[in-house]
T-cell receptor
């Protein structure tokens, strides 16, 4: 069945450094969503990408959807302590149906 | 607007006990979901309800049952709890499941229930 793999599992950075998490699917996706979960909190929706090669920005966050629609990335420029948390990608297959979540990347930021 | 609410927030069960986790949303959403979150495993879908009156299995349905009581409420039942069911459980809802052109709909998550089975 459809699988969504996310790497790395953990990332520790110094405040001000950049951060990237990658999401790869075993099958072509119709769309991908990204969520952020603060420590002790619940996942909160960040963005959705639908088109092949799509790039979207939210302030210091840049989201990309691969040309083949099988991978995606989230890049944070100049991390801040407020970026701490776990970032999840979630993809939906071309046949429709529900989202499949990746394992998440836990980001810690050292001030 | 409370969004998605879950009860209880914490629960400790003994092996073999049963319990029901409650979830309600006030956003008039059609689709609702139950996930479990374990370290290193991400969010795994247990059951979902695409619309009122329907329920379907997700990735890890064994040991669980669900009821879509009405459009607002979606409960998760553990009939005979096992230590492997120790986890954080999240309920979520979305306007619809998804569309081919538009993609999926944003999911709104509840605060979670921390369940320990001893």
């Amino acid at each position: 069945g459809q699988q969504v793999m996310q790497i790395p599992q953990y990332q520790h950075v110094q405040e001000g450094e950049d951060f990237t998490t990658y999401c790869n699917s075993s099958t072509t996706l119709s769309n991908i969503q990204w969520y952020k979960q603060r420590p002790g909190g619940h996942p909160v929706f960040l963005i959705q990408l639908v088109k092949s090669g799509e790039v979207k920005k939210q302030k210091r966050l840049t989201f990309q959807f691969g040309e083949a629609k099988k991978n995606s990335s989230l890049h944070i420029t100049a991390t801040q302590t407020t970026d701490v948390g776990t970032y999840f990608c979630a993809g939906r297959g071309n046949q429709g149906g529900k989202l499949i979540f990746g394992q998440g990347t836990e980001l810690s930021v050292k001030p | 607007n409370a969004g998605v609410t879950q009860t209880p927030k914490f629960q400790v069960l003994k092996t073999g006990q049963s319990m029901t986790l409650q979830c309600a949303q006030d956003m008039n959403h059609n689709s609702m979901y139950w996930y479990r979150q374990d370290p290193g495993m991400g969010l795994r879908l247990i059951y979902y309800s695409a619309s009122e009156g329907t329920t379907d299995k997700g990735e890890v349905p064994n040991g669980y049952n669900v009821s879509r009581l009405n459009k607002r409420e979606f409960s998760l039942r553990l009939e005979s709890a096992a230590p492997s069911q120790t986890s954080v459980y999240f309920c979520a809802s979305s306007e619809f499941l998804g569309q081919v052109v538009k993609g999926s709909y944003e999911q709104y998550f509840g605060p979670g229930t921390r369940l320990t089975v001893t």
